[in-house]
């Protein structure tokens, strides 16, 4: 029954570390998308994408990068993890413009930067 | 940018008590309104829309384009209820969410 599905649920690395966050999901979506979960602070959007190879920044693309070469799985990569970057990370899908049931969301990753 | 302000981080209410989450967004365009819930170790899931106008659970929420508010309410809580709450929006012909910072209830028995 699950549908969006994040590889760890959860990591400890150390500074300085390249970190790589994966996610597939089953339910055929165009688009996915990465956010981290902080307390006080919700949810804010660190990359989507709407297409195989494409990509576009939300609103903390930085020290992340993301890569799409099929379209069910959706990787974060930490250039280089730093202990700001300690958070929860979750992984959505949904399909393309228009509405619809909105994002199905992965169980989430907490990542610990030591 | 667009913005969702959830203005209570924590909301405590007895059980059988009504609750109100507040919800407000900068006005910019039409909006797609959302509510979200997410349980104690489980995963974040769609709780409601406002294009669906449905009830929820119990929850319904009314979009006011005037005060440009999205607030859910339930007028007896139960202790099932206890979760984080993230009101989220989404303008027309865009593929992204913005989350509000989230409401923690908790329902007392």
């Known amino acids: 029954d699950v549908k969006v599905t994040q590889s760890s649920r959860y990591l400890v690395k150390r500074t300085g570390e390249k970190v790589f966050l994966e996610c597939v999901q089953d339910m055929d979506h165009e688009n996915m998308f990465w956010y981290r979960q902080d307390p006080g602070l919700g949810l804010r959007l660190i990359y989507f994408?709407?297409?195989?190879?494409?990509?576009e920044k939300g609103d903390i693309p930085e020290g992340y990068s993301v890569s799409r070469e099929k379209k069910e799985r959706f990787s974060l990569i930490l250039e280089s993890a730093s202990t700001n970057q300690t958070s929860m990370y979750l992984c959505?899908?949904?399909?393309?413009?228009?509405?619809?049931?909105?994002?199905?969301f992965g169980s989430g990753t907490r990542l610990t930067v030591v | 940018a667009q913005r969702v302000t959830q203005p209570e981080k924590l909301l405590s209410v007895f059980k059988g008590a009504p609750v109100e989450l507040k919800c407000n967004y900068s006005?910019?365009?039409?909006?797609?309104l959302f509510w979200y819930v997410q349980y104690s170790r489980q995963r974040l899931q769609l709780l409601l829309r406002?294009?669906s106008r449905e009830s929820i659970k119990g929850f319904t929420a009314d979009l006011n384009k005037g005060e440009t508010s999205f607030h859910l309410k339930k007028p007896f809580a139960q202790e099932e209820d206890s979760a984080m709450y993230y009101c989220a929006l989404r303008w027309r012909n865009d593929y992204k969410l913005s989350f509000g910072a989230g409401t923690t209830v908790t329902v007392r028995a």
């Open positions: 406002h294009i």
């Open positions: 006005y910019s365009g039409s909006p797609e």
């Open positions: 959505a899908s949904s399909f393309t413009l228009g509405g619809g049931p909105g994002y199905t």
């Open positions: 994408s709407y297409d195989v190879k494409m990509k």
